[in-house]
């Protein structure tokens, strides 16, 4: 039995941006765009309404932006994936969206297979994060001093949750994980899908984030 499609709800206030982007993943049967939403405030309503897998949201915005419409979406359906698809990779930007529980990051000069992938991957539950943007991750990450690791890290998360959730702050897929832990990608699944659980996250990027500022990942572990 073939899985359902992935159901994509496309914010952007640019109408031929929202176009362009709709025909693109059209292309691909195992897409559906569900909704389109111009601002922050119709894309909260929208996805609680219609319930998409995948949300495509742009930053900047009249009325609530992305950020903020990250925040609210994510209190509300925290399993939702947002990926957010922009043209600014200001600082400011990427960690308050990161923050605010995006599970990627991508700049609209995205090839068009980078994009695909990328609703492919949020969608299963991994992280994506455009090259630049990445360095950016890394090097603030890099710049800070290296909290001391809590002992809460072994109260909320096992041992192979531990392990998995490291080697996913790599940014290796889930086959990867389950190909170096010598497990299945069912079983990397149900560890990440308990980890998020536990720390009341709704993306791997969130987990990676949450574990790094409170010492259980080295900042050196993403590099």
Known sequence: MDNPPIRILLVDDHPVVRKG????????????????????????????RLQPNVILMDVSMPGLN???????????????????????????????????????????????????HAVRAVAGGE???????????????????????????EELLSP??????????TGSTNKEIARDLEISPRTVQVHLANIFSKL?????TEAVLYAIKRGWIDPS???
């Not at 994936?81 to 990427?94: E, M, N, P, R």
């Not at 994060?129 to 990450?141: N, Y």
């Not at 192979?160 to 702050?169: C, F, P």
């Open 66 to 116: 992305g950020i903020e419409a990250t925040k609210r979406i994510k209190a509300q359906q925290p399993g939702v994936a947002v990926l957010v698809l922009t043209s600014y990779d200001d600082d400011a930007y990427v960690f308050a969206l990161l923050e605010a529980g995006a599970a990627g990051y991508l700049l609209k000069n995205a090839r068009e297979d980078e994009l695909t």
């Open 21 to 48: 982007t709709r025909d693109l993943l059209e292309m691909h049967p195992d897409f559906e765009v569900i909704g389109e939403a111009s601002d922050g405030l119709e894309a909260v309503e929208l996805s609680g």
């Open 200 to 204: 009341g996250v709704g993306s791997r």
């Open 221 to 223: 572990a993403l590099e």
């Open 160 to 169: 192979r949750e531990l392990e998995v959730l490291r080697i996913a702050a």
């Open 127 to 153: 992280s994506v994060l455009h090259p630049s943007v990445a360095r950016k991750v890394l090097g603030r990450f890099a710049a800070a001093p290296n909290p001391q690791p809590s002992a809460q890290s």
